[in-house]
């Protein structure tokens, strides 16, 4: 189970940070990632996190703004989101996904996540 929190209005130029706590089987957890979706839009990567080697993945978007990092004995993950432009506004979505799945999917695809949190709201006024 993931849980996400942070998310909120703020405006250009601002930041937030996102945080995803899990729960349940977290020792299946091979990486973590946040996807984002806005109206009308596909849901699309932001950032992701291995597990147990900490290498990072960023769309080219947020790249130089936002940040993860991972608290293994917490089993959370956070993103850092500075810098925030109106286009950043989206649903923030968490996830999570096991060894196979990234191995075979890469963790820029959503199909490699078994597992999704509910979403939170990030909207930047301009």
């Known amino acids: 189970q993931l849980q996400a929190s942070g998310g909120g209005l703020v405006q250009a130029g601002g930041s937030l940070r996102l945080s995803c706590a899990a729960s349940g089987r977290t020792f299946s957890i091979y990486g973590m990632g946040w996807f984002r979706q806005a109206p009308g839009k596909e849901r699309e990567f932001v950032s992701a996190?291995?597990?147990?080697?900490?290498?990072?993945y960023y769309a080219d978007s947020v790249k130089g703004r936002f940040t993860i990092s991972r608290d293994n004995a917490e089993n959370t993950v956070t993103l850092q989101m500075n810098s925030l432009k109106p286009e950043d506004t989206a649903i923030y979505y968490c996830?999570?996904?096991?060894?196979?799945?990234?191995?075979?999917?890469?963790?820029?695809?959503?199909?490699?996540?078994?597992?999704w949190g509910q979403g939170t709201q990030v909207t930047v006024s301009s």
């Open positions: 996190i291995a597990w147990n080697t900490s290498r990072t």
């Open positions: 996830a999570a996904g096991g060894p196979w799945a990234w191995s075979n999917k890469g963790p820029l695809d959503r199909n490699a996540y078994n597992y």
